[in-house]
């Protein structure tokens, strides 16, 4: 983007900020003014501790920013905004025109502009409605169980107390993302069974942590952190190219 489009955009995504914070639910951290990942690490540790979960599905959504539907984005905007010059302007950058290796212009229909300053708001608001709201509203009031989402932008964990929740979820959840043109990775995406009567049995990692059952030293159930670099260096380069 030249520096005008980015000024621009600048003043967009505060006004998308503006509009949208109010709505964002609690289970979001990527992207947001006042919270971020260091918050999701700290509320998802509490709530496993004091929480009577035994299930983790460690979720991976595969290109995410590659492959958010221009169409349905613009309708979840549209939800919420009455304006269509406003709903114009964006959709005018999301359609930008991407020079190929055989010099021709592509206008994609997938994806949000890499290095746009409005993106990682976009990509907020397409998870906030294809994922969080879903969630809170359909998934959890049917489950036998308790049943929490912790979410920093693209990379979400869901815990669940019932086995037949957790797995019923899983295959919901795939359709739920076909339909909005977004996948699972099948060999980064898995149900583990993750519970303080059963400490050491598996581990999973959420924004560069290892989350791990532990006994603490006066004998009480707690979860232990240890830093994944692997993880946390690779989710730093993922992030930092795109923002170029």
Not at 6 to 29: G, H, M, N, P, T
Not at 94 to 107: E, F, Q
Request: proline share 3%.
């Amino acid at each position: 983007p030249t520096i005008g489009d980015k000024l621009i955009q600048k003043a967009v995504a505060r006004v998308l900020e503006a509009i949208y914070e109010q709505d964002f639910l609690i289970c979001s951290y990527g992207y947001r003014p006042v919270i971020g990942a260091k918050d999701a690490v700290k509320d998802l540790s509490a709530t496993l501790a004091r929480g009577r979960y035994g299930y983790i599905l460690d979720a991976d959504l595969q290109g995410f920013f590659d492959h958010i539907d221009h169409r349905w984005l613009i309708k979840m905007l549209e939800e919420r905004i009455d304006d269509k010059p406003f709903i114009h302007l964006i959709n005018k950058w999301l359609k930008a025109g991407i020079l190929s290796t055989d010099g021709r212009v592509l206008h994609p229909v997938t994806g949000t502009p890499q290095g746009g300053i409005v993106s990682p708001i976009l990509a907020n608001i397409y998870l906030h409605y294809v994922l969080d709201l879903w969630f809170e509203k359909k998934v959890k009031p049917n489950c036998r169980g308790e049943a929490y989402l912790c979410r920093y932008a693209d990379d979400f964990i869901c815990a669940f107390r019932v086995k037949d929740d957790v797995e019923e979820f899983y295959m919901a959840l795939i359709k739920r993302l076909n339909k909005s043109g977004l996948s699972l990775s099948p060999d980064k995406s898995r149900i583990i069974k993750f519970s303080r009567f059963e400490k050491g049995t598996d581990y999973f990692e959420f924004l560069g942590f290892e989350f791990r059952w532990a006994t603490s030293r006066k004998g009480k159930d707690m979860i232990k952190l240890r830093t994944s670099r692997k993880k946390l260096l690779a989710s730093l380069i993922k992030f930092s190219l795109w923002c170029r």
